[in-house]
């Protein structure tokens, strides 16, 4: 056979390679604009989105994503904009993401929990020159603008506001033709900002390369199909409900049934109503589903998938949830807002036999543990947790040096420390941050958490560090008691010593109404720690 290679090879390809012209970007194409438009076109007349008495095929939402987009471009919104949405679950927040894709701006949704002061610190870390705003937010807005440094150009309000643009003149617009706005993959679509759970929140910046790729090995690992019901409960500003399960369903797809919050009788009846058969709630929510008088596992027959996360599931709470809904495949999905958000996936098979186990890496991550050095720590042996994937963010907005430290050695670092098993089942020990060291020695919380879940009585706990005279930090637990269940600190103290070291034993445990916890669902040690500051103090 003779050869076509050149007699005197080169690695040069540019002469083989044809130019890049923008025709030829045009059509390959893929953002997350496109995937909406592409199911607009297979799904037409499907429905795509319910919220109260809005209900959208994807060929009207497609449509109401075109019309926002021309009337913001029509208001000097473009290309690297920032443009924050300040809202509860709705349709406008829908169509809001989408619009603002098209245009090449960059959104920001905002936890609707924030203070102004909160809101505020968003605004001068963003600097958007637009916001998108419920009528029942507008005055929180107004006083963080009042404290901020940065003031929006556009504000738009979705129901009335004097002085501001209402949403409904964006969603009226003539101009429904398609907005073509060029990006590259790796170009800013989103700022998500992080829990804030340990310090100030930072801006993970999402681009349609990152995000598309974490939307497959959700679609594959979690099993998802254009069939699915869905229902969104959680908030839509929050990584998880907007990135590991509305988007890709409307990828895909699948309708999506919006509520307000996830209150058990609101699930129950929505359920029932919708012929839900799909949903994602961290366990908090489950938990309060199976204690609620509303629970009704007939109501609840056509739940064929659930997913949890932001928190481990007591194996109580499993064999409760497999014994009544036996008919759904539950799913565990863990990962973090940097990584958009997921990261690894217990599957239904492995519920019970990984019990408190993370899963394995999805379909489009690499997960390793390394140790301070960051070289690969041994199996069984505790480490932090890395990963390389395309999941990852482009960085945090305006935060070079934390991006870097971040990034190290081409691994992206969590800040998770975790133990894997033979089989390459990921178990998560702890934060870094959250690991106690009391007497020189290290205590993971979450193994001393798991061991006061045993007790039968026990509903939620959490195990944090407290200053300490003598030990510097001592162990502690906040415990939560399931209603008309008695639970005594010395039952719970005993429970401990049978089964902890002694210096893992809670020197001091609390029992409380309720943890405190961010919107979706993740308990907030750093306010226990705050909270319990003087818990050594004599006489306490």
């Known amino acids: 056979m003779t050869s076509t290679r050149p007699a005197q090879h080169t690695n040069a390809v540019e002469e083989y390679v044809p130019a890049y012209s923008p025709e030829m970007a045009r059509a390959r194409r893929q953002d997350v604009g496109t995937l909406l438009e592409r199911s607009a076109v297979k799904f037409g007349d499907k429905l795509a989105v319910v919220h109260r008495e809005v209900r959208r095929t994807f060929r009207e939402l497609d449509a109401d994503a075109h019309r926002v987009a021309n009337a913001l471009a029509a208001r000097r919104v473009g290309p690297g904009d920032r443009v924050a949405i300040f809202s509860h679950n709705s349709y406008a927040f829908v169509v809001s ?25 968003v605004l ?11 009528d029942a937010l507008a005055d929180t807005m107004e006083r963080a603008e009042g404290a901020a440094q940065n003031t929006p150009d556009l504000r738009v309000v979705v129901g009335h506001r004097e002085g501001w643009t209402p949403f409904e003149d964006l969603a009226t617009h003539p101009d429904a033709a398609p907005v073509v706005c060029p990006l590259d993959d790796d170009d800013p679509v989103q700022l998500l900002y992080t829990s804030g759970t340990t310090s100030r929140p930072k801006g993970a910046i999402m681009t349609n390369r990152n995000l598309i790729a974490q939307y497959v090995s959700d679609i594959v690992d979690g099993e998802y199909h254009h069939t699915d019901i869905e229902l969104h409960a959680l908030p839509l500003y929050h990584c998880a409900a907007l990135h590991d399960f509305l988007t890709p369903d409307i990828y895909l797809g699948a309708t999506s049934v919006i509520v307000d919050a996830p209150t058990p009788e609101t699930i129950v009846a929505t359920v029932e109503r919708e012929q839900i058969n799909k949903i994602f709630c961290p366990p908090t929510v489950w938990i309060g589903l199976l204690r609620s008088p509303h629970f009704d596992p007939h109501r609840l027959r056509t739940l064929r998938k659930g997913y949890y996360g932001a928190a481990i599931m007591p194996v109580s709470v499993l064999q409760e949830l497999g014994e009544r809904l036996p008919d759904m495949r539950l799913f565990n999905f863990y990962g973090q807002t940097e990584l958009a958000p997921n990261a690894t996936v217990l599957s239904p098979e492995d519920q019970i036999r990984k019990a408190g186990s993370a899963g394995r890496p999805s ?6 543990l390394h140790d301070d050095d960051d070289q690969p720590v041994p199996t069984g042996q505790i480490g932090e947790i890395v990963h390389r994937t395309p999941h990852l963010m482009r960085g945090y907005w305006g935060k070079a040096e934390a991006t870097a430290t971040a990034f190290r050695n081409g691994w992206f670092h969590s800040g998770d420390l975790g133990v894997m098993d033979d089989e390459g089942y990921l178990t998560i020990v702890d934060r870094k941050n959250d690991m106690i060291i009391t007497g020189g020695e290290n205590v993971a919380s979450r193994e001393v958490e798991d061991t006061l879940y045993t007790d039968p009585g026990v509903a939620e706990v959490a195990v944090f560090g407290v200053p300490h005279p003598y030990w510097i930090e001592a162990v502690a637990a906040a415990v939560v008691v399931k209603p008309g269940v008695e639970v005594t600190v010395t039952a719970l103290d005993a429970r401990a010593r049978e089964r902890l070291a002694g210096y893992k034993v809670p020197k001091y445990i609390v029992l409380v109404d309720e943890l405190p916890k961010n919107p979706s669902g993740k308990i907030l040690k750093r306010r226990l720690r705050e909270d319990y500051a003087d818990l050594a103090d004599e006489g306490r």
């Open 97 to 121: 993401y989408f619009a603002l894709v098209r245009l090449g701006a960059i959104s920001v949704p905002v936890n609707f929990n924030l203070t102004a002061d909160e809101v505020a610190y």
């Open 363 to 368: 379909l489009n991550v690499l997960t390793r």
């Open 124 to 134: 001068d870390d963003a600097a958007p020159m637009a916001v998108i705003v419920e």
